[in-house]
């Protein structure tokens, strides 16, 4: 069972000091950051340089702030050495924990200082208890849940581990399985798993459904079709508590001051309340004013389980705030606009911002500051623009029917900059002691684990009159005013009447307050190596057996594809099937042709879904393509598998992690497709590179998510169970701005993968990869048809038999020429960021 803190934390984001400084004036028990330069999943915020990191730890400890670094990115070979260093900066400015996604940084950091804490980001995808065994393995102590999961599937996996969950609660929500998202680097050449997610679910796509433009859901407005709505889960926290969470996190480093103040106040309170048993603290208003801040509209996720209906709208991408109502009347010339308003709208006042909603992005609304309102009639509201707060406003822009949001409030502004600038003080408990004839004992305990023990200057007399007495104690020794303590708890002691003037109370209270001020907060211990031999961090492999003839062994998800497979000679197939009843007929049908079956698991699986690794293993396949940790872990375990493959999706960008992966059992690995030629060379180079399989041609998956596109647009239902399988029936396509139409494909669970609408290919790349020593080549297809099938498996064949050149190859399939997402594109971190 998931040994808890005995009070869990409330996590806050900070993208720059002054958000910092809020999270820890509203009440955050530990905040999280990044670095400048590199190795941070949000790379645009302002983050923190690494000579600011002693300074930004001494104030976080002075004020019993614990504080986490983010180093959750992919990092290549060419990387260590600076990661080395920054890693061994974090570790001596005095890091609480560092989260990260790499397999191989989680090595290295073990290795540079193994004191310092290791969290495995959500990037990680650690989403069972057979994953989090290998994050254990690897020195790690906590775990950031997937926002995918549910609060029963959190209590499962809370019972089959004794790492920490720590699981989001606020923010926005990725569409994608993070750490599974390829779209922004694919289409936007700027990789979420190296911290520049493009935000590409917040585009716009059009509706095809089965070669056909639709108007989704018969709403011209749906646009935003894989967006979903923020988190909001400050109800939820007592159900979380019991499901064995131990830290809450607000999302928003991207975000400033008044959001992160706004959001942890409310948390705060919140959290404390459940900790507390009392009854829930938050009322409309509050609500209210965490919309104010920035809301996409707001749901619990999928803590309740899947709600595809509930999860995305697909109305707008951005921030909106709270509805109003709809415009009516349009009075550009005059600065007047007259809205007709919904039966709950918001108060509004001089200085609150409006924005007219068209469908678009935030910040190509309508949208300005209001100067006046009043009631013209029951329901309508007459709003007058013109002052100094409209800014950019063109009421020329605005139209009738416009959906109209409250987006900010004034006096909340002015609020939350109020809470961001408390002072946050220490908790201090005093104990009193003393008798008649002897000097009154005063010790102190404060938050920060620093004691004082003080004595009077005198004796406790025996009071004749007017003795001590606990208030007369709180006013005189504990009234520590502007000291930057407060008093959590008073133990009083005092045997019988006794006397003590006020003024020796109050030079106690100062010698208290000296002595602890005095003795900086303890430290925690670390030893820090640097200089390591990448060869000591992960230890090299040996081969596995001879390199042999290049082979090709296509991927393959048809019935139809199997069997052009099997009529050309293909002695080696790799099925990923989207229903499990065709996928044991492909199985037996390869089996009979003698041919070698690897059957690949889902990208992800959560608690309870451990039926899908049993049903693989009654197949009796020749090998398992691992997609996830959990897979590796289970099925290296089981031993009735010949053999593992690890897939791309387990993220290898360098050897380091390329090596922790097949030392845990993998015949093979796919590195991961955030590389480009170069990058997976210098991968290649520090592994036995025949025990690598690299994907010469492929749809390349894009977003893998949980949210399924059939159940929400061609039908009513929440989730499986009451959808009526409309992917069953019709293919959906997704077409983005540049016209491309990605295919949509349900798989085993209901994910949806949008792949790539046009194949692309690695064809002239051959000749570096075989000379790096690369023997296995992978084909993959999606929906295509045996013609096509035949047409490409013939051509690759072609290629590694020498008949065929690469841009022959490229030009005959009809190809991109690249390697997985990059080209190149990807910048190399090269010194750390001062």
Same mark, same amino acid.
């Given at each position: 069972?998931?040994?808890?803190?005995?009070?869990?934390?409330?996590?806050?984001?900070?993208?720059? /000091?002054?958000? !910092?400084?809020?999270?820890?004036? #509203? *009440? =955050? +028990? &530990?905040?999280?950051?990044?670095?400048? $330069?590199?190795?941070?999943?949000?790379?645009?915020?302002?983050?923190?340089?690494?000579?600011?990191?002693?300074?930004?730890?001494?104030?976080?400890?002075?004020?019993?702030?614990?504080?986490?670094?983010?180093?959750?990115?992919?990092?290549?070979?060419?990387?260590?050495?600076?990661? /080395?260093?920054? !890693?061994?900066?974090?570790?001596? #400015? *005095? =890091? +609480? &924990?560092?989260?990260?996604?790499?397999? $191989?940084?989680?090595?290295?950091?073990?290795?540079?200082?193994?004191?310092?804490?290791?969290?495995?980001?959500?990037?990680?995808?650690?989403?069972?208890?057979?994953?989090?065994?290998?994050?254990?393995?690897?020195?790690?102590?906590?775990?950031?849940?997937?926002?995918?999961?549910?609060?029963?599937?959190?209590?499962?996996?809370?019972?089959?581990?004794?790492?920490?969950?720590?699981?989001?609660?606020? $923010?926005?929500?990725?569409?994608?399985?993070?750490?599974?998202?390829?779209?922004?680097?694919?289409?936007?050449?700027?990789?979420?798993?190296?911290?520049?997610?493009?935000?590409?679910?917040?585009?716009?796509?059009?509706?095809?459904?089965?070669?056909?433009?639709?108007?989704?859901?018969?709403?011209?407005?749906?646009?935003?079709?894989?967006?979903?709505?923020?988190?909001?889960?400050?109800?939820?926290?007592?159900?979380?508590?019991?499901?064995?969470?131990?830290?809450?996190?607000?999302?928003?480093?991207?975000?400033?001051?008044?959001?992160?103040?706004?959001?942890?106040?409310?948390?705060?309170?919140?959290?404390?309340?459940?900790?507390?048993?009392?009854?829930?603290?938050?009322?409309?208003?509050?609500?209210?004013?965490?919309?104010?801040?920035?809301?996409?509209?707001?749901?619990?996720?999928?803590?309740?389980?899947?709600?595809?209906?509930?999860?995305?709208?697909?109305?707008?991408?951005?921030?909106?705030?709270?509805?109003?109502?709809?415009?009516?009347?349009?009075?550009?010339?005059?600065?007047?606009?007259?809205?007709?308003?919904?039966?709950?709208?918001?108060?509004?006042?001089?200085?609150?911002?409006?924005?007219?909603?068209?469908?678009?992005?935030?910040?190509?609304?309508?949208?300005?500051?209001?100067?006046?309102?009043?009631?013209?009639?029951?329901?309508?509201?007459?709003?007058?623009?013109?002052?100094?707060?409209?800014?950019?406003?063109?009421?020329?822009?605005?139209?009738?029917?416009?959906?109209?949001?409250?987006?900010?409030?004034?006096?909340?502004?002015?609020?939350?900059?109020?809470?961001?600038?408390?002072?946050?003080?220490?908790?201090?408990?005093?104990?009193?002691?003393?008798?008649?004839?002897?000097?009154?004992?005063?010790?102190?305990?404060?938050?920060?684990?620093?004691?004082?023990?003080?004595?009077?200057?005198?004796?406790?007399?025996?009071?004749?009159?007017?003795?001590?007495?606990?208030?007369?104690?709180?006013?005189?020794?504990?009234?520590?005013?502007?000291?930057?303590?407060?008093?959590?708890?008073?133990?009083?002691?005092?045997?019988?009447?006794?006397?003590?003037?006020?003024?020796?109370?109050?030079?106690?209270?100062?010698?208290?307050?000296?002595?602890?001020?005095?003795?900086?907060?303890?430290?925690?211990?670390?030893?820090?190596?640097?200089?390591?031999?990448?060869?000591?961090?992960?230890?090299?492999?040996?081969?596995?057996?001879?390199?042999?003839?290049?082979?090709?062994?296509?991927?393959?998800?048809?019935?139809?594809?199997?069997?052009?497979?099997?009529?050309?000679?293909?002695?080696?197939?790799?099925?990923?099937?989207?229903?499990?009843?065709?996928?044991?007929?492909?199985?037996?049908?390869?089996?009979?042709?003698?041919?070698?079956?690897?059957?690949?698991?889902?990208?992800?699986?959560?608690?309870?879904?451990?039926?899908?690794?049993?049903?693989?293993?009654?197949?009796?396949?020749?090998?398992?393509?691992?997609?996830?940790?959990?897979?590796?872990?289970?099925?290296?375990?089981?031993?009735?598998?010949?053999?593992?493959?690890?897939?791309?999706?387990?993220n290898a960008t360098n050897a380091l992690t390329a090596r922790t992966l097949l030392g845990?059992?993998?015949?093979?690995?796919?590195?991961?497709?955030?590389?480009?030629?170069?990058?997976?060379?210098?991968?290649?180079?520090?592994?036995?590179?025949?025990?690598?399989?690299?994907?010469?041609?492929?749809?390349?998956?894009?977003?893998?998510?949980e949210h399924c596109v059939y159940s929400h647009l061609l039908s009513n239902g929440h989730?499986?169970?009451?959808?009526?399988?409309?992917?069953?029936?019709?293919?959906?396509?997704?077409?983005?701005?540049?016209?491309?139409?990605?295919?949509?494909?349900?798989?085993?669970?209901?994910?949806?993968?949008?792949?790539?609408?046009?194949?692309?290919?690695?064809?002239?790349?051959?000749?570096?990869?075989?000379?790096?020593?690369?023997?296995?080549?992978?084909?993959?297809?999606?929906?295509?048809?045996?013609?096509?099938?035949?047409?490409?498996?013939?051509?690759?064949?072609?290629?590694?038999?020498?008949?065929?050149?690469?841009?022959?190859?490229?030009?005959?399939?009809?190809?991109?020429?690249?390697?997985?997402?990059?080209?190149?594109?990807?910048?190399?971190?090269?010194?750390?960021?001062?």
């Amino acid at each position: 069972m998931t040994k808890a803190p005995p009070r869990p934390e409330l996590l806050a984001p900070a993208g720059d /000091e002054e958000s !910092l400084r809020a999270a820890v004036a #509203a *009440g =955050a +028990d &530990a905040v999280y950051f990044g670095l400048r $330069g590199g190795f941070n999943a949000r790379a645009r915020a302002d983050n923190f340089a690494v000579a600011d990191l002693p300074r930004i730890f001494d104030f976080l400890r002075a004020r019993g702030v614990k504080g986490f670094v983010t180093f959750n990115t992919l990092v290549f070979d060419r990387e260590l050495p600076v990661a /080395e260093a920054a !890693l061994a900066d974090i570790a001596r #400015a *005095g =890091a +609480d &924990a560092i989260l990260v996604q790499d397999l $191989g940084i989680a090595r290295l950091a073990h290795e540079v200082c193994p004191e310092l804490p290791l969290h495995a980001s959500t990037q990680m995808t650690v989403s069972s208890a057979e994953a989090a065994a290998i994050a254990k393995s690897l020195g790690v102590t906590r775990v950031v849940l997937p926002r995918e999961l549910s609060i029963d599937e959190i209590r499962t996996m809370a019972m089959g581990t004794d790492l920490e969950l720590e699981c989001f609660v606020h $923010g926005a929500l990725c569409v994608s399985w993070s750490g599974q998202c390829l779209t922004s680097e694919a289409l936007q050449h700027r990789s979420a798993n190296r911290g520049q997610c493009a935000q590409s679910c917040r585009m716009p796509y059009d509706l095809v459904v089965d070669g056909k433009v639709e108007t989704a859901r018969g709403d011209e407005q749906l646009k935003y079709l894989l967006s979903p709505r923020d988190l909001a889960a400050y109800d939820l926290l007592p159900q979380l508590i019991d499901a064995g969470v131990c830290c809450f996190k607000i999302e928003g480093r991207m975000k400033g001051p008044e959001y992160v103040a706004n959001a942890v106040d409310k948390y705060r309170r919140a959290l404390d309340a459940a900790l507390e048993h009392r009854p829930y603290p938050l009322q409309k208003r509050d609500e209210e004013e965490l919309r104010y801040s920035f809301s996409r509209s707001f749901s619990h996720g999928f803590f309740r389980g899947s709600d595809h209906q509930a999860l995305v709208h697909g109305l707008y991408p951005g921030h909106r705030g709270v509805l109003v109502g709809r415009v009516e009347e349009v009075h550009a010339r005059a600065g007047r606009v007259v809205v007709r308003a919904e039966p709950d709208a918001p108060e509004l006042k001089a200085g609150d911002r409006i924005l007219f909603d068209q469908g678009k992005p935030e910040d190509d609304e309508p949208r300005g500051g209001l100067h006046a309102c009043d009631v013209v009639a029951p329901g309508l509201l007459r709003m007058l623009f013109g002052g100094p707060d409209q800014g950019s406003l063109d009421l020329r822009l605005v139209k009738a029917g416009d959906v109209v949001w409250k987006a900010k409030d004034a006096e909340v502004t002015r609020k939350m900059k109020r809470v961001a600038a408390r002072e946050r003080k220490v908790g201090l408990t005093l104990s009193v002691r003393g008798a008649a004839g002897t000097a009154l004992i005063v010790t102190a305990r404060d938050d920060l684990g620093r004691a004082a023990r003080v004595e009077s200057a005198m004796p406790l007399q025996l009071a004749r009159v007017n003795p001590l007495h606990e208030g007369l104690v709180r006013e005189k020794l504990c009234a520590f005013g502007e000291t930057g303590f407060e008093l959590r708890r008073l133990e009083l002691e005092l045997e019988g009447a006794l006397a003590m003037p006020p003024s020796e109370l109050k030079r106690l209270r100062r010698a208290v307050v000296q002595a602890l001020v005095g003795s900086p907060p303890p430290q925690p211990a670390r030893h820090v190596r640097t200089g390591l031999d990448p060869d000591a961090v992960v230890a090299p492999l040996s081969a596995n057996g001879s390199s042999g003839a290049p082979k090709l062994i296509p991927l393959l998800r048809t019935l139809g594809q199997v069997e052009v497979a099997l009529r050309l000679g293909f002695d080696e197939l790799q099925l990923d099937f989207m229903e499990l009843v065709g996928l044991g007929v492909a199985v037996e049908r390869a089996r009979a042709r003698g041919a070698k079956v690897i059957v690949a698991t889902p990208r992800v699986q959560k608690p309870g879904e451990e039926g899908y690794d049993r049903r693989f293993e009654r197949l009796r396949p020749d090998g398992i393509l691992a997609r996830h940790l959990g897979a590796v872990e289970h099925f290296r375990r089981n031993p009735h598998t010949e053999t593992v493959h690890g897939d791309f999706s387990l993220n290898a960008t360098n050897a380091l992690t390329a090596r922790t992966l097949l030392g845990l059992g993998l015949s093979t690995l796919t590195p991961a497709y955030d590389l480009d030629l170069a990058q997976l060379l210098d991968l290649a180079s520090g592994v036995p590179a025949e025990r690598l399989e690299v994907t010469i041609h492929q749809h390349l998956p894009l977003f893998h998510n949980e949210h399924c596109v059939y159940s929400h647009l061609l039908s009513n239902g929440h989730d499986y169970r009451d959808c009526g399988r409309p992917c069953e029936k019709h293919l959906i396509r997704l077409r983005d701005g540049l016209g491309m139409e990605h295919p949509v494909i349900v798989g085993v669970g209901c994910r949806n993968t949008v792949f790539n609408a046009r194949a692309q290919s690695a064809a002239a790349c051959l000749p570096q990869l075989l000379a790096a020593g690369v023997r296995r080549f992978r084909v993959e297809l999606v929906r295509e048809s045996e013609a096509e099938t035949e047409r490409v498996l013939r051509a690759y064949a072609a290629l590694l038999a020498g008949k065929r050149t690469g841009p022959q190859v490229i030009a005959q399939v009809g190809a991109l020429e690249k390697y997985g997402v990059s080209a190149g594109t990807l910048v190399v971190v090269t010194q750390p960021h001062v």
